[in-house]
């Protein structure tokens, strides 16, 4: 398996440029998570989907972030416009049953200047 | 979810073993004790998780004191690579959401 799959690994934009961070998760797992991490906030849950359907968005920091999960297998985070203050590393997570524990991605880092 | 509280650091000598504790006095009934690491820049990776009964696996052993009010997550021959930081989480089993603190950075030293 080749575990949960991150594109770009590397992002540098302009300040109010639009950015989308893609995401595919393990195939057969049905719960997909975004978080955020910075130095001073740590990891930071933004949105998870079950099923492809978003459940929880209360993480998502304001209007300028989307998501969007239109299949099992695909699911995209867009900032739009960016500022400096969204750049970080951006993580993907999945997984079937959350007993089994949750596999991350290896991340997107994302610079804006 | 239940509030955790871990040491921000902790050394350890490669080759003894590496106990992290974890307090989590509030926990519900229904909420489990979930251990993840992060190696410098990877993504966050699952070590072990727990109910009520001490746990083993290749990772890692997990032992819950009785009242469930703390937990230790213990590495029985720690190597360099073990160097990271270890996040205890407790929340419900099924799908939901993990809220990570600000773990306990271990550095294993020669």
């Known amino acids: 398996d080749a575990g949960v799959i991150q594109s770009p690994r590397h992002e540098v934009t302009e300040m109010g440029q639009e950015v989308t961070l893609r995401c595919k998760p393990i195939?057969?797992?049905?719960?997909l998570f975004w978080y955020r991490q910075t130095m001073m906030r740590g990891l930071e849950l933004l949105i998870y989907?079950?099923?492809?359907?978003?459940?929880?968005d209360s993480g998502m920091p304001e209007d300028r972030f989307s998501a969007k999960m239109p299949n099992a297998s695909f699911s995209t985070l867009k900032i739009q416009p960016s500022e400096p203050r969204d750049s970080a590393v951006y993580f993907c997570?999945?997984?079937?049953?959350?007993?089994?524990?949750?596999?991350f991605g290896s991340g997107t880092r994302l610079t804006v200047v | 979810d239940a509030k955790t509280t871990q040491p921000p650091s902790m050394d350890c000598a490669e080759g003894r073993a590496a106990n992290l504790p974890c307090n989590h006095s509030?926990?519900?009934?229904?909420?489990?004790v979930y251990w993840y690491r992060q190696i410098h820049s990877q993504g966050p990776q699952y070590i072990i998780h727990?109910?009520?009964n001490n746990e083993t696996n290749e990772m890692a052993s997990l032992i819950i004191t009785e009242d469930r009010k703390s937990s230790t997550l213990i590495l029985p021959h720690a190597t360099l690579r073990d160097t990271a930081v270890y996040y205890c989480?407790?929340?419900?089993?099924?799908?939901?959401?993990?809220?990570f603190g600000a773990g306990t950075r271990l550095a294993v030293h020669p």
């Open positions: 195939s057969g797992h049905n719960s």
């Open positions: 997570a999945s997984n079937l049953d959350r007993v089994y524990g949750y596999t």
């Open positions: 509030t926990i519900s009934g229904n909420e489990y």
């Open positions: 989480i407790a929340a419900p089993g099924g799908y939901n959401k993990l809220i």
């Open positions: 727990g109910l009520k």
């Open positions: 989907f079950n099923n492809n359907v978003p459940i929880d």
